[in-house]
T-cell receptor, first 113, second 115 residues
Framework: NAGVTQTPKFQVLKTGQSMTLQCAQD?????MYWYRQDPGMGLRLIYY???????DKGEVPNGYNVSRLNKREFSLRLESAAPSQTSVYFC????????????FGQGTRLTVV | AQSVTQLGSHVSVSEGALVLLRCNYS??????LFWYVQYPNQGLQLLLK??????LVKGINGFEAEFKKSETSFHLTKPSAHMSDAAEYFC?????????????FGTGTLLAVQP
């Protein structure tokens, strides 16, 4: 049981380049989330998908787009990367019901130069 | 809207001393509350979660937290710190259903344990 898998683990981009971060879960969860983690700022919610076919903005959505491809997969796209998007990105999933635990991927460390 | 405030970005304790990490929440609906731990270069792992059944919640590794509605708090405690407890701890809040399905985290508290 792999849980939540994120790819890639590391990435360096030049300013203006685009890329997609991939996330897949095999736990049959219906809700999925993308966060960024920056020192002193905790985890900030970028976008989430409460269920297949829906996506909503979180706290810091500017500069990002998402796609809920199917129940398993939730991708995050940076159309034109900026140095301010240098961060560690985490994907998470959970069962949309009371008090369920969110499971996290191992993170993607992105550097934009 | 939901939010979480963690008081103290860095906390240092001696091995064997009491650990107290503070979390206050704001929620327009009955909250569901969580504490997660993050070890260096790893993802987040659930320590404990609040269910409406009991206000005192016990988690893994000897941690526990008490839900106090009157104080809107959910502080994390451990009676005796161990070196292996050194990590970053995050409090999180969510609600059930609709727009409250967001899972919102605090800014984290880095716990150092001194020998």
């Amino acid at each position: 049981n792999a849980g939540v898998t994120q790819t890639p683990k590391f990435q360096v981009l030049k300013t203006g380049q685009s890329m997609t971060l991939q996330c897949a879960q095999d736990m049959n969860h219906n809700s999925m989330y993308w966060y960024r983690q920056d020192p002193g700022m905790g985890l900030r919610l970028i976008y989430y998908s409460a269920s297949e076919g829906t996506t909503d903005k979180g706290e810091v959505p500017n500069g990002y787009n998402v796609s809920r491809l199917n129940k398993r997969e939730f991708s995050l796209r940076l159309e034109s990367a900026a140095p301010s998007q240098t961060s560690v990105y985490f994907c998470a999933s959970l069962f949309r019901a009371r008090n369920t635990e969110a499971f996290f991927g191992q993170g993607t460390r992105l550097t934009v130069v | 809207a939901q939010s979480v405030t963690q008081l103290g970005s860095h906390v240092s304790v001696s091995e064997g001393a009491l650990v107290l990490l503070r979390c206050n929440y704001s929620s327009s609906v009955p909250p569901y509350l969580f504490w997660y731990v993050q070890y260096p270069n790893q993802g987040l792992q659930l320590l404990l979660k609040y269910t409406s059944a009991a206000t005192l919640v016990k988690g893994i590794n000897g941690f526990e937290a008490e839900f106090k509605k009157s104080e809107t708090s959910f502080h994390l405690t451990k009676p005796s710190a161990h070196m292996s407890d050194a990590a970053e701890y995050f409090c999180a809040v969510s609600g059930y259903g609709g727009a409250t399905n967001k899972l919102i985290f605090g800014t984290g508290t880095l716990l150092a344990v001194q020998p």
